[in-house]
């Protein structure tokens, strides 16, 4: 009978630390483990604890592992711009927060929001699992989950896979072969949509993706208001010419103030913008008198 795997703490530990070393060592090269880093792992651990378990025990535990991770990074994409608790090795949200967002998820999910576990402590040794999961590539070819290990040869129901046709693939089959008379319905959208929700991988990959649109959005709006058309601020020329239009004098003390405020470049705008020389006239009389009230 094939023994039970013993997951505390400090087993984990060891699991973390040797698939830390394989994927140092370059044994990840694909993103998943290769055939010679699944040997070493066994036979690391083995050597380190004295016991042997077969692959699928370390398989499965890698799958909760990553699972955990998955759900904790969905997590911190949600919780984006708020705290962070080291002592904790979570995010410092607000009871109100946790409240509505546990709300949002469980309506969109349909079941228990896998983000609770997370309120009061992170994932343990998650700079490893940092380490471990990261750095694998998601293209317009292929999206896979961050961190998916597993060999080639093993199956993992929980990663999610999305490859693009090849060009033209639809005019090459179709000039090969005559359309089946017997085709299979095409599932109905509402139903990949609800498996999609049910993936936390895809869920999560689908967030990023709408978080990057986003950015793109804010950017695109920024550069668009900069280059808008700024206000026309005349020159001391043509304000001087406008302030001979309201009937100001010269050697007077409101042409002196005038000149005062004549080099501001907010006050060549404030005076442009009035429209009639009644306004500006009335406009230069008020910012004379409280020049002279400065100097009482």
Known sequence: ???????????????????REEVSNGNRPLGHLSKKGWKNVLEKWEARTGKKYPKDKFKNKWDAIKNEYVWFMELKNEATGLGWNDAKGTVDCSKEWWDEHLVRCQERTKKKCNHLKFKKH????????????????????????????????????????????????????????????????KQPSNVNEEKDE???????????????????????????????????????????????????KEETALMHTT??????????????????????????KREHEREMLKHV
């Open 259 to 284: 000149l005062t405020l004549m080099v501001k470049p907010d006050f060549r705008e404030i005076f442009n913008a009035l429209e009639t020389k009644e306004g500006r006239l009335d406009y230069l």
């Open 122 to 185: 992170g994932p343990k040794h998650l700079e490893d699992l940092h380490v471990i999961l990261e750095n694998v590539h998601v293209t317009g070819a292929s999206a896979s989950c961050a961190g998916d290990i597993s060999s080639d040869e093993s199956s993992d129901n929980n990663a999610v896979l999305l490859e693009k046709p090849e060009d033209n693939a639809e005019i090459k089959l179709s000039s090969l072969k005559k359309p089946s008379a017997s085709k299979k319905r």
């Open 198 to 248: 049910k993936s936390p991988f895809l869920r999560f990959y689908k967030q990023t993706c709408q978080k990057i649109e986003s950015g793109v959005d804010k950017i695109t709006s920024s550069v668009e208001a900069s280059s808008a058309p700024t206000n026309h601020v005349p020159t001391i020329s043509e304000v001087m010419k406008m302030v001979k239009e309201c009937g100001v």
């Open 1 to 19: 009978m094939t023994e039970k795997a013993v997951w505390d703490d400090a087993h984990l530990k060891k699991l973390i630390d040797i698939l």
